[in-house]
């Protein structure tokens, strides 16, 4: 349960991070958002990235917790990526040449 509950946290705190880019901004809402907003959705990322660390770290100490931590992370920021990206494409905004 707790690899579940620190995956969930890892993919909420990227989607958080990333919503807070001027440049995913544009790209989702059409306009670049305050910079209350934006420093509140990079708080909300990081508080649930070190949720998540917190978690493993408790449940399975520090050497493999740190381990655990790594391969949460890596595999939550690539599905936060591919999300991004198939929703940019969908969207008619997607990886075009200048």
Avoid at 26 to 33: M, P
Avoid at 38 to 45: H, I, K, P, Y
Avoid at 68 to 74: D, L
């Amino acid at each position: 349960m707790s690899h579940l509950f620190a995956f969930l946290l890892s993919v909420a705190g990227f989607t958080a991070l990333a919503g807070a880019t001027n440049r995913q901004q544009r790209d989702l809402f059409g306009r670049t958002l305050r910079s209350a907003t934006t420093r509140m959705l990079r708080l909300v990322g990081i508080a649930a990235l070190l949720g998540a660390l917190g978690i493993l770290v408790a449940q399975h100490g520090w050497g493999l917790g740190l381990v655990m931590f790594s391969g949460h992370t890596s595999l939550a920021a690539g599905i936060v990526v591919c999300a991004l990206i198939g929703y940019g494409r969908t969207r008619g905004r997607g990886l075009r040449p200048r």
